[in-house]
């Protein structure tokens, strides 16, 4: 915003003093906030920094540690620079110890040969601070016009990204809390070298606070998260061979920051009144957003009585479809934006996906009704539907999930119903979850049809404030089981296991928190020493049950090497890796791992 002493010195009114730089050089690129004119030698205690002083040196001490103390108090306040007119009170040239105390501090020292008004060179650097500050001003307003925009209309971050990188001219990546590249605009520069080590080159940029620079990697950071859930970092470059980013590229971030986790928040439903009611309720279920007296009451007036039954949250969706995105997701804290492409509904076109999220909430409905259950179903997503049944008592639960998984079955939404040849490859039963059918991809004549939809079902709660737990747990068995090569009527918990579940939660913020403060120290550490890697040593270790011997082996490492390496990684992780609660966690933290970093 403020110019530096080298572009001053460019001005046409100091020009015409004919100005000489005698000390400081080091010191040129200061920024240049104010011009003070000053002919008394106490003038340090009037400043506040980022001042050119003008001065004819009449006021200035006599003596030679008068002028040492006269500049080392100027250096000290943080002044710009001092320029001294010669004629009044030095003819030819400033006192050497004056320019050789400039030198040693770096503070630029000017002697102005010829005469002229100090008023036309304060006029003249003024107007230029405050066309600064109205250029400043101008795109702080275009900044924030820009993503105002971008808020209203809903904006992917990957365009989010693209403007923001445009009005900054500078490459921008947003990034989750493992670490890895939700979306980014390289503005220009080579993408490939942008990202190349990402993880490990991000976790060596350590800003100090929420929004700061990190001289030394030359990048601007700023936390990216809404309703007190962080969930990523998104990050503009700015060379550290400059001086810090300007205010604008602050605010702009900040901005920028705050549409995409707008954008988490938005929510688009096109439904019937019937279904919105629905969805509320369990909306409102979920997130507490109503008295839990109000939803049983209001639910009631739909058929659907909640109190005092046994609740049973059930999810169907898709098999082949690509997870959703976190519109309309059950919880903003538990569904983050999927790493990836586009799903396959929007290959196919921009009416496929939703008419199939609309077929399935129909046959869902129409299964409830031909199991005689009571329910309220509602789309959750993009891609699955969900259903609270009310069952009379606990022992009717799995009668009941039988019974509305053959009356499913029977509406036959597991065979790909014939729409179009791009429907068909997406909702083929044979297509691996993410991959497209190829033409040799085919399942062998006699082989059993996979169904191609999932149903999951979560715990079933005696209470309606319990309702949630159910939802979300059935809508987290059914991601799992998209990858389940079985073919269960209904999946539930134990079906998934450990894995399932942790692959279901990979985007899940609470999670990755956990994986760093498990692995943090040590995926920094593994950062710094590319060659040494120890993460695969505590990998070898527990696979292998805490045997070192056969760690060893399979590290293929000498036994006091790799005990070396186990005892440098409980420093590293201040860890005891002989307690088996330890182990247990820090094993837990790997399994995680491996599914955030598996797509």
């Known amino acids: 915003m403020f110019p530096t002493v080298r572009e001053v010195l460019d001005l046409v009114p100091v020009r015409n003093g004919a100005p000489r730089l005698v000390a400081g050089t080091a010191g040129l690129d200061r920024p240049v906030r104010w011009v003070h004119i000053a002919e008394v030698p106490d003038i340090a205690t009037l400043l506040g920094g980022g001042e050119l002083v003008l001065t004819t040196g009449i006021g200035l001490p006599g003596d030679d540690a008068g002028l040492r103390e006269f500049i080392g108090a100027l250096a000290d306040v943080g002044v710009s620079g001092l320029a001294v007119e010669l004629g ?8 050497r110890v004056m320019a050789a105390a400039a030198e040693r501090r770096g503070l630029p020292l000017i002697e102005l040969r010829r005469g002229t008004p100090f008023v036309r060179i304060t006029e003249a650097v003024h107007a230029l601070i405050v066309d600064a500050q109205l250029t400043e001003l101008r795109a702080t307003e275009e900044i924030h016009q820009r993503f105002t925009d971008l808020s209203v209309e809903g904006a992917e971050p990957a365009e989010v990204l693209r403007q923001a990188a445009e009005l900054a001219g500078c490459p921008m990546v947003l990034e989750n809390l493992s670490r890895q590249v939700l979306a980014y605009d390289p503005a220009g520069e080579n ?78 439903d096109a439904e019937g009144l019937e279904r919105q009611i629905h969805r509320t309720l369990l909306t409102a279920l979920i997130d507490h957003s109503r008295p839990v007296d109000e939803v049983a009451l209001r639910a009631k007036a739909l058929g659907v009585v909640l109190d005092r039954r046994h609740l049973v949250g059930v999810v169907v969706r898709h098999r082949a479809d690509e997870p959703a995105g976190d519109a309309g997701a059950l919880d903003d804290e538990s569904a983050p934006t999927r790493r990836g492409g586009r799903r396959d509904a929007d290959a196919e076109g921009p009416e496929v996906g939703p008419a199939r999220l609309r077929d399935l909430a129909e046959a869902v409905s129409q299964a409830v009704r031909d199991a005689k259950l009571t329910a ?56 691996p979850a993410g991959r497209a059918v190829t033409s040799g991809s085919a399942r062998p004549a006699d082989a059993p049809p996979r169904a191609a939809i999932v149903v999951a079902a979560g715990s079933g709660v005696g209470s309606m404030r319990e309702a949630r737990r159910s ?3 059935a809508r987290q068995v059914a991601e799992a089981a998209r990858r389940d090569p079985r073919d269960l009527p209904c999946y539930r918990l134990p079906h998934v296991g450990l894995a399932g579940l942790l692959h279901l939660l990979r985007d899940e913020p609470r999670l990755q928190t956990f994986v760093e403060r498990e692995l943090g120290p040590l995926l920094a550490y593994d950062a710094q020493h590319p060659r040494e890697q120890l993460l695969g040593t505590l990998r070898a270790y527990l696979e292998q049950g805490r045997n070192k011997s056969a760690g060893a082996a399979a590290a293929h490492l000498s036994r006091p090497a790799f005990y070396e390496r186990l005892a440098r990684i409980g420093r590293i992780l201040d860890a005891d890796l002989d307690s088996v609660d330890r182990c247990l966690s820090l094993h837990v933290a790997l399994l995680a791992l491996d599914a955030i970093r598996t797509p």
Do not use: M, N
């Open 88 to 95: 009044r009170r030095y003819v030819s040239g400033v006192p």
């Open 191 to 268: 993408a490939e070298l942008l990202l190349d080590g990402w993880e490990r080159h991000s976790r060596q940029i350590r800003p100090a606070g929420r929004t700061a620079y990190d001289p030394d990697s030359g990048w601007l950071v700023t936390t990216v998260g809404a309703r007190g859930q962080d969930w990523g970092r998104l990050l503009l470059r700015w060379p550290a061979t400059e001086s810090t980013p300007p205010t604008r590229l602050t605010i702009l971030i900040e901005r920028a920051a705050s549409t995409l986790a707008l954008g988490r928040l938005i929510r688009r």
């Open 376 to 431: 309220l179903t509602s789309p959750l997503d993009d891609q699955a539907v969900g259903a609270l049944l009310a069952l009379p008592d606990a022992a009717a639960e799995e009668k009941a999930l039988s019974a509305f998984a053959a009356a499913l079955r029977r509406v036959r939404l597991d065979v790909a119903p014939a729409r179009t040849p791009a429907s068909r490859l997406s909702e083929s039963p044979d297509r």
């Open 471 to 473: 939802l979300i747990e």
